[in-house]
Each structure stands twice: as C-alpha cells, then as structure tokens.
C-alpha cells in the first residue's frame, strides 16, 4: 500500500465533502418525523446536548485517528494501537463500523428514492396543478417502484464510489451545499408567513418529558447525523491534508448540520400546524413527513413555490447520494485496503450485496406483509419475548424500521463508545493534542485540549452508558 492517497484538494475540500456526509436523510427526513414522535422540545434538548457534549468530541477523535493513520478504520485502528493495551482488539470498532454501514444504506437508499419520486411528482404538479398532493401509504406499499426507486440510488452510488472520491463529490458539494442552504432559508422564512409558525416553534423549544427510549434515539441520531460511530469520519479523516485545522472542521460541520436540521423542523412544522390535512396524508407513520409536508407549502402557501418545489427535492437527493457515498465509501476502502480488491470489484461486490437488503427495506413499509410487521423476537404481546422487542427495539415492526433503530441507536452508540474510550484512555494523549493541533508554546496539551479530552474520558461514555443502562433497565428517567 505504498501508493499515495487520494486527498482533498484544499482544507474546504474536506470541510465540504465531510458536510456532504453529514448533511442528508438524518436532517431533512429524519430528525423532524422522530423530533415529531418524541414530542418536540424535550427530545431536541437532548439531542442538542448530546451533539455538543458527545457529538463533537467525537467527531474530533475519529478524525484524528483516520488522519494520522491515513488509513481506512480497520487497518487505521490496527496500526494506532499497536503496542497499547487491547492492541488489535480494537480494530473491532471497524468491522462494526462496515456492517453498520451496510445496515444504514440499505434503507436510506430506500428513502432516497422517495426524493426522486418526489421530485417527478413535483414537475407533474408545476405543469398541471397541484392536486392535493400523493397518499404517502399507496406509494410505499406499491413494492415493484419502491424497489425500482431504490435501485436506481444504489446504482448512481455505486458508480461514484466507483471512480474514486476526490474530484466529482467535491464538486459537486461545493455547488449543491450553498443552494441547498439558500432555499432552506428561504423555506424557513416563508413558514413564519404561516399561521402555524408560533405553534411550531413552542412546540420544538419548550422542554417536554422523554423517556428512555426517547433518549436512546436522541443519542442514536446525533451519530447518525454526524455520521459518527461507524468510521466515516475516520475515512473521510485519511483523505485530510497534514496542514487542516480538525478542530475548526469539525465545529464548522456540527453547526452546519445542526442548523440545518432545525430549520427542517421549522419548515415542516409549520406546515403540519398550519394545514391539519396534510398530518392525515402522512399515512399511518410520520415518517412520509419530508415529503407530503412541502408540497402543500410549495403549492398553495409560497409565492414561486412551483419554481422551487422540484429543485428541492433535487437537493434532497443531492444531499442524500453525498451520504450515501461516504457510507458506500466505509465498506469498499475496507475491501480495497485489506483484501486489496480493485475499487470496481470491491464496489460492485458491497453494492450488490447491500442492495438484497434494500429491496427488504423497500418492502417493509405496507408491500409485503411479512417484511412490515417482523418483529425480532416474534409477535409477543406480552412475557420475555415482548421485553426483548421492547428493550432492544423500542417494540418497532418492520424491516426498514429495525434496521434503522439497530444501527442508528446500538450500532452507532457503541462503535462511538469504543472510539471515546480508545482515544481518550489508550491512544497517548501527545499524539491526539498533536494530530488536533492543541499544543501550547511549550508542546503541553493547552486548555482546550483538557476539556476536550474531560469529555472523551468521561462525560461521553458516561452518558452513553448511561442512557444504555436506562433502557436495558427499562427506566424512565
Ligand atoms: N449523517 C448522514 C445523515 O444525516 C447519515 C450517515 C450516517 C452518513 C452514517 C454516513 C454515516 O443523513
Ligand atoms: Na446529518
């Protein structure tokens, strides 16, 4: 492995394609239909807390080891602990990281293709009116588009990653992550010319109680926003140049995300409390929200919303297909580093194997019976059985849905644990405070650094612990 490897062409680069991970689904779909089912004010508490708390911390420590090993999460964690304790045993958390990633894409493709669908849609309505917008349960129950949709994502996916990372994602990030930016603004101050405005900001600011489960998914999605946990950031960290700041990145990252996945409530709750129809077009779940929500604003409450409504929904897909190869991206550098396959081979074999589940994914929502109601544990409505279902996935049916909790609130989580405590007990605290730059004129950690690593020793394993231990007790807190 003596080549050189592929690097972002200038520190935006990175800044840019590590956004371009960070920002999609988990913004724009996710984080307002979970925020929505956890009841507002409270779970966004939490969740903003864990990203300051843990998030960060961590997005830090994973790009540090990706960088400094230049190395994909297997083989980097293997050459970063050589000589510590565990040695070895800690490239674990990249095998982890790789099924996680294979777990994650194979229903984020799915919901991918619903923006593509969207989007048609959109067209249809800007040409010949709007008519009242789609039943979000015909669409996903009809199996044959659903999985047609999904393929055709994986496809576009598979033939990027394909031809290497650098030139086209930063590109195109570096084009499509401003626009994306500029319409959600524009978004966001039309709501306010919503009726439902004030409901939708009392309703995602003022506390209301969670329970353990609730903060089990928000401390499962602040990973999965951050695309943290499984090694994205490590990979995406090895493609880093020496001379980048990885602290000011990662800030810049986090606020970004965060940002956006607010003014994404925002939008759609205003929307929700001002047209109570369109809560009933959601279907049985609320998780059609990105995309029964926004047609009704485009198209009866936004001037030039016919202009916007189909290059949002492009934006969606953007923003999804700049996850989707940072998650595709995991699994062939692992392929290519250790079993030293050729990119298109390592390629083709992870895409074709992820896409078997994706068609599960894709028939889970109402096509096939017997993918939408699986449930882990069997159909226990009460006894050891159910307390499984209900400990471990929050009693959710589905193979999409499972899917989703396993990898978003244990998969991620843990992984994230186990880079908290390899980075702030194993890795030597020298090489961390060097690789973030946190030297102080003397070549001591400065001030910065000890906070920093507070929470990398304590504050984050103790709060994931934690919420972990509530939810295995069955606790409220
Ligand atoms: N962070 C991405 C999102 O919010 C999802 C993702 C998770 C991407 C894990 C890569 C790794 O949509
Ligand atoms: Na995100």
Redesign the pocket.
Known sequence: MSKQRDQWSSSLGFILAAAG???????LW?FPYITWENHGGGFVLVYLVCIAVIGMPIMMAEILIGRRAQASPVPALEKMSKGLPGGKWWSVVGWMGVI??LV?LSF?AVVAGWSISSFINCINWSLNGFDGGQDFGGFVGNGPLQVGLAFVFSTVTAFIVMGGISGGIEKATKVLMPVLLGILVLLVLNSFTLDGASQALAFLFTPSAINSHGLLEALGHSF?????G?G?MITYGSYMGRHDSIVKSSIAIVLL?TLIAIMACIIMFSILFTFPQVRDSMGKSTAGMLFVTLPQMFYTGMPAGKIFAPIFYVLVGF??LS?TI??LE?VVSLLVDKLEWTRIKSTSVAASTIFVFSTFCALSNGAVDFFSGLKPFGQATEGFLFKLNETFFANKAGFMNLFDHMASNWF?PVGGMLITLFVGWILPSRISAEELDLLDENGNPNKFFQVLLFSLRFLAPLAIGYIIMMVILGRDF
């Open positions: 991970s960070a920002v999609g689904l988990g913004n996710k996680a990633g994650i984020y999965f926003t951050l695309s943290l499984m994205a995300d923003a999804a996850s940072s998650l995991v991620l």
